[in-house]
Structures are given as C-alpha cells and as structure tokens.
C-alpha cells in the first residue's frame, strides 16, 4: 500500500458559509410557506422543511480541520481515497471516512499518558469502564515524534544472569498508509516488536565485561557489555526494532537504556561478588606498592651503607614491612634499645 497525499484546497470555510447560508434560505422558505395564504405555498413549506432537517446537515461531515503535525487517512466505500498532511480548514466528500485502528489504543508514551491522566479533554465512559478523552475519539494519526516507554523486562544475559531492563523508544509514523492497513494496530504493533528486540540483542551480552565473549559476532573476544557498552546496545536495538516496523510505515528516531541492573534474586549476590572483586584489586595494588617499597628501602640502605644486613637480617626486614604496609590496621612501633644482633 502505498501512501497518496491530497493536495486540494482548503475550502472547508467556504463550504461551511454556503451550507449555512442555504440552511438560512431553506428555513425562510418554510416560515413563508406556512405564513402565505396562496394555494399550494404548504407543499413549498414541506419540501423546505424535509431539505432542511434530513439533506442540510450532510455537508458538515465532510469539513475536516488539520492541526500541524496530524494527519487525516480516507476512505470511500472501502477504498483509500488518500491522506491530508497539511494544517487547515478542509472540506472533503461527505460519505469519506477517516481510517486509524490505534485511536483508542493506551500505551506507556507521551501524548497517550497525558490523555489516560485527564489531560487534553475531559474522560468519557464508553461502558467497559475504560476512560476516553474527547481526543480519542477523533481518527487523525499524529505525525509528532512519541516517545515509547515500555517498561522494565527481566532478560537473561549470554551468560543466563537475569538482568531487568527498560529502554525509552522514540518514533513516528512516516508512511500513513503503511502504518494504517499493513498492519492491524501500528501502536500494539510497535510495542510487541520493541520487547522482541529488546530479547534478542540483551541476550547477546554479558551485564559486565566477561573474558570469553563475542557480542560483535566476528569470532573474536571483546569486551561489549550491557552496562559498559550502552551506547551501542541501545543502536542495535534501535536497527533491531526498525527493521521490523519498516512495513508498518513507522521510523525509530532513536532508542535508549531507561534503567539497567541485576534481578532481585542474584542482586544481592552479584553485589558481593563485585566487592570481592575489588577488594582483590586493591589487595593487589596495595601489595605491588608495597613490594616496590620495600626494594627502594633495601637499594637506598644498601647504596648509603647504613648497615650491612645479612640475608636472614633482610628476609626479617622484608617481612616486618610488608606485614607494616599491607596490614588493615595501624602498625604498633616496638623500639629496641639494645643491640641490632
């Protein structure tokens, strides 16, 4: 299917003055008629009266107003006539109907939230006590950028640690035609594609950098995780999910990584392990200056000759001041009066 976009004038004021002009001739002629006293004026008064409250009213419904950034699909008796993109006043054939299956259609994203909360118009019961504003009602498709949210979802990574994620979509509808019969719902439509996706290239990376791990798909190990490499999870993700809505007349302006972190199940104990982690680190930092501290103090007393140690002298030595340097707590000094030996 593919899109037309009307170009017609914009005469839907015109139209609007004409019909109500006509409906002004239409009522005078019905009062004269039932005022005059000439033969046959009743007939006159009867054919006004039944133009003007069964014909009259029918050029209304095809004056479409169009606000910037929404657009208007019709149809005549089943066939798609076209699409109205520009701003303005129109009027189009009366018996056209407008065509969008995702008017009523709540998602987590804006415009629909601000809607659902009693924003933008006031909330109509439609009997299934579902809460409509007087937007929804109309069938015009929104050209804005919306941004999607679609809430945290609880992946395992490639290494099978379930992690919870939410991403933020940002997306418009591009091909009108496309977005309204290619697809039965463009709005379900795009959120089910956004939670396959988000599967799909979550499943391919590790949380946190892990030895062993191709997430570039060249055979090589690198170091592409969820948290350190978000930047180019979020652009797969982003040609993921186009690539699927593209036949749905939908563009994906961008995609982003709203919240990221451990399941609540392993939180705890994903925590742990990352302390341990850099308690080992810095154990090993610690004991590197310390070793490298304690061969300058042996070079520099060797090089003044402050005194000659021997070798068992020099493992005691080498063994107080790393047992003093590497040790948690403050050491205690012990001052010997008496001789070295």
């Known amino acids: 299917m593919e899109e037309k976009i009307l170009t017609r004038r914009k005469n839907g004021m015109a139209v609007m003055l004409l019909t109500l002009l006509w409906e002004v001739l239409l009522l005078a002629g019905f009062i004269w008629g039932l005022a005059s006293d000439l033969p046959g004026m009743w007939v006159l008064s009867v054919l006004c009266g039944v133009i003007l409250f069964l014909v009259s009213w029918i050029p209304y419904c095809g ?4 606000k910037p950034q929404e657009a208007l699909v019709l ?18 054939n009366p018996f ?17 939230t601000a809607r659902s909360s009693g924003e933008g118009g006031f909330k109509i019961s439609m009997g ?13 498709i929104s050209l804005k950028s919306m941004t999607l949210n679609n809430g945290r979802q609880k992946i395992n990574d490639c ?3 379930p992690v919870e994620i939410g991403i933020a979509v940002i997306w418009k509808v591009k ?38 791990v191709d997430t570039t798909g060249d055979g090589m190990a690198d170091e592409g995780s969820l948290r350190g490499s978000s930047e180019a999870v979020a652009n797969q993700i982003r040609s993921e999910i186009q690539s699927k809505v593209g036949d749905a007349g939908l563009e994906i302006v961008e995609a982003r990584i709203t919240y990221l972190a ?48 021997d070798e068992e002298r020099k493992a005691a030595m080498v063994s107080n001041l790393l047992v003093v340097l590497c040790g948690n707590r403050d050491a205690q000094p012990v001052v010997n009066s008496g001789s070295l030996y």
């Not at 004056?63 to 169009?66: D, I």
């Not at 149809?75 to 189009?92: A, H, I, M, Q």
């Not at 056209?96 to 629909?112: E, F």
């Not at 309204?180 to 946190?208: M, T």
Request: proline letters at 4%.
């Open 63 to 66: 004056l479409k107003v169009l």
């Open 75 to 92: 149809t005549l008796f089943g066939n798609y006539v076209g699409t109205l993109k520009e701003p303005g006043f129109y009027f189009v």
């Open 96 to 112: 056209c109907t407008s065509v969008n299956p995702a008017a009523r259609t709540k998602l987590a994203q804006s415009g629909d």
């Open 128 to 140: 299934d006590n579902t809460g409509v504003s007087v937007d929804d009602l109309s069938k015009k």
């Open 159 to 161: 290494l099978g640690n």
């Open 175 to 212: 091909d009108t035609a496309k977005a309204v019969f290619n697809v039965d719902n463009y709005k379900e439509y795009l959120s089910l594609q956004c939670d396959s996706a988000l599967r799909n290239i979550v499943r391919i990376y590790p949380y946190d950098v892990s030895p062993n």
């Open 262 to 309: 451990y399941a609540p199940e392993i939180a705890s104990v994903m925590l742990q392990r990352q302390q341990a982690s850099a308690i080992v680190d810095a154990r090993k930092t610690i004991v590197d200056g310390a070793v490298g501290t304690v061969e300058m103090a042996l070079e520099r007393l060797s090089e003044k000759q402050v005194v000659n140690l």
